[in-house]
């Protein structure tokens, strides 16, 4: 399979702080787009997880280069899933990088950041999640968890994701 210029980008800047970041918040566009169009309070979630407010050290704040990258690439327009299964798979990969100790919190703020955008416009309890995002949420972190080498592309057909980026009929 070839890659296009968004793989390209997306594993140039994937060696980068911004790189880390932008593979840290594709689980969270893929949380907003598995149904569909995002509504707006997911995509305001998104960006309250990138913005001086709220980014943590571990996770990184974007700049305007990697920020205009992510959200052209996963917010303005559904992803493809070689775009999708690329980000998971390098997200996997860094995460096996880390010191053993370092993990589980990543883990557990990867999955809580999801559970903050499938949760809004959902009302405040999580059993209001949809099935679909409970389903991406619990197979992107299973996915993600330190072990996988490739094979994303699989998981986001899987989830609804078209190699062109379009929402599958």
């Known amino acids: 399979m070839s890659m296009d210029n968004s793989e390209a980008e997306l594993i140039k800047f994937s060696w980068s702080r911004d790189g880390r970041a932008i593979l840290f918040l594709a689980p969270l566009a893929v949380v907003a787009w598995v149904e569909g169009e995002p509504n707006l309070d997911e995509l305001i979630e998104i ?37 999708v299964g690329r980000s998971l798979t390098l997200l996997a990969k860094a995460l096996s990088k880390l010191p053993e100790g370092h993990v589980p919190r990543r883990m557990k703020l990867l999955s809580s950041a999801c559970n903050d955008v499938a949760c809004t416009g959902s009302g405040p309890l999580r059993s209001a999640i949809s099935e679909a995002k409970r389903r991406a949420i ?32």
């Open 138 to 169: 619990r197979e992107m972190m299973e996915f993600v968890r330190p072990r996988h080498a490739g094979g994303g592309t699989a998981l986001a057909a899987d989830l609804g994701f078209e190699e062109n980026g379009a929402e599958e009929s």
């Open 47 to 83: 960006a309250a997880h990138h913005t001086r407010g709220r980014c943590r050290e571990e996770l990184g704040c974007l700049s305007g280069e990697a920020r205009r990258f992510f959200y052209f690439h996963f917010v303005y327009g559904r992803p493809s899933s070689s775009l």
